[in-house]
């Protein structure tokens, strides 16, 4: 946004602007691999993220591995893999089971 | 300008009045508040229209002299009467001898609304029409996204045939061969109207659309599923990490029908200001601190073919996620 007419808007990927300090960013990261990697598997694929190195690593079961720089990336990515995009409003994710 | 600019003995002593229109996300509040901010429209009296019942727009237009929100329906079909009424409760101000006595009126629509009806509808009031003259409609369009909302969004389609001014918006987004072709498809379709660019609110040089072709627009159908609006609570102890990586995968799956994603959300970085169109996501806005708790943390979707309550299970879904 404009600076002279706007608020400031948040820097990096905007899945990110929800931790503003060196402990949430760092807490953020553990927390979406922990999502991730509770979605992917039943795709065929894996998520890991130590905060070692930037990114997110994608794996899948056959072992090749891909490092993307945030979550559009891993959606595109997990599309290409899997053929198909992964759909929030699919009937897996708004049964009333719990995971 | 298509006989919609006033002349000066038209608008004596009438207050001016600007439609600002354009479909969703087309860039109309940012347009807004950079002209508000530089004087051009400082002394307006803005009324914000948004289809939806939360308002969001009003927290981006606090530079305005004096502002309404007319919210939860377009001004141009089920909150037309909210809009009369609103503008004659101006117009019985200005006659009045007390408070600020505006001399200009925007109307920001709301991305469904179809400017002609609203246009009307002043026009016939006979109060309205004694006071207010219609001075310009001017239409946002997308640079990225306008050829194909033309193509498949017949009211899309309307607000830019309509318009006297179009701003088109976004142009150093947008790839400059399908800049040029929409330059020139804007140009077929509606020859009167005065064509601008836009960068983020500022005016900003338009290429020369040259030797581009303007795509042959067939007749648009209805645009399949009517398009709707609603609202997601998403609460006010929303885990922002789960619900980013829900977001992100919806906008990518979905992104065709998710039209717009906008709303406020509260995280331990501050107030967020959350815009989506299509599958872009504005990097979101760090939003001052100063308003109760309940009246964020509500995100608005516009779009087609998914309802609140599949959102709400989806998103409880993903939030309830661990390994």
Same mark, same amino acid.
């Given at each position: ?32 691999a ?18 070692q190195?930037?990114?997110i ?19 595109a ?6 053929g ?16 | ?14 207050m =001016? ?27 307006a ?15 981006l237009?606090?530079?305005?002299a ?7 329906g ?13 503008? =004659? ?11 600020? =006595? ?28 004694y006071?207010i ?6 239409v ?5 996204y ?26 150093d987004e ?36 040259g ?6 627009l ?5 645009g ?15 885990d ?25 959300v509260?995280?331990?970085a ?9 599958k ?6 760090i ?13 608005v ?12 299970r ?7 996620? =661990?390994?």
């Amino acid at each position: 946004m404009c600076s002279s007419c706007g608020f400031p808007a948040a820097p990096g990927h905007w899945t990110e602007a929800g931790a503003a300090t060196p402990h949430d960013r760092l807490r953020a990261r553990f927390r979406r691999a922990q999502v991730l990697q509770s979605v992917l598997p039943a795709y065929g694929l894996t998520a890991h993220d130590g905060a070692q190195v930037p990114g997110i690593q994608l794996g899948t079961l056959s072992g090749s591995q891909t490092i993307v720089r945030d979550l559009e990336e891993v959606w595109a990515e997990a599309e290409r893999l899997s053929g198909k995009a992964i759909d929030p409003l699919d009937p897996r994710f708004i049964g009333e089971e719990t995971p | 300008m298509a006989g919609m600019v006033e002349t000066s003995d038209a608008a004596e002593g009438r207050m =001016r009045l600007t439609v600002l229109g354009g479909f969703l996300g087309s860039g109309k509040t940012t347009w807004l508040r950079h002209q508000l901010h530089h004087g051009l429209l400082a002394d307006a009296f803005v009324v914000v229209n948004e289809a939806a019942e939360t308002p969001v727009d009003d927290a981006l237009l606090s530079q305005s002299a004096e502002l309404a929100v007319v919210a939860g329906g377009c001004a141009c079909c089920e909150a037309r009467d909210e809009l009369v009424a609103l503008l =004659r409760d101006i117009c019985d101000r200005r006659v009045s001898a007390e408070g600020r =006595r505006p001399d200009r009126i925007v109307i920001e629509t709301s991305g469904l609304a179809d400017p002609g009806p609203i246009v009307s509808a002043i026009r016939s009031d006979p109060m309205l029409a004694y006071h207010i003259v219609i001075s310009e409609i001017v239409v946002a369009v997308d640079a990225v996204y306008g050829l194909e909302q033309l193509r498949q969004e017949p009211l899309s389609r309307r607000q830019m045939e309509l318009a006297d001014r179009l701003v088109v918006t976004k142009i150093d987004e947008a790839d400059e061969a399908a800049l040029a072709r929409l330059l020139a498809t804007l140009k077929a379709i509606n020859p009167g109207a005065a064509i601008s660019g836009a960068v983020k609110g500022s005016d900003a040089a338009l290429p020369d659309s040259g030797s581009a072709e303007p795509e042959v627009l067939g007749e648009v159908g209805d645009g399949g599923a009517p398009i709707r609006a609603l609202k997601l609570e998403i609460g006010e102890d929303i885990d922002w990490t789960a619900f980013s990586v829900w977001l992100s995968a919806l906008i990518h799956a979905r992104g065709d029908d998710i039209l717009r994603v906008k709303g406020v959300v509260r995280t331990p970085a501050g107030r967020l200001l959350l815009q989506s169109v299509r599958k872009i996501v504005q990097s979101p806005e760090i939003l001052p601190d100063d308003r109760p708790l309940g009246d964020d943390n509500g995100l608005v979707f516009i779009g087609r073919g998914f309802g609140t309550d599949q959102l709400a299970r989806s998103l409880r879904h993903f939030a309830g996620l =661990r390994e």
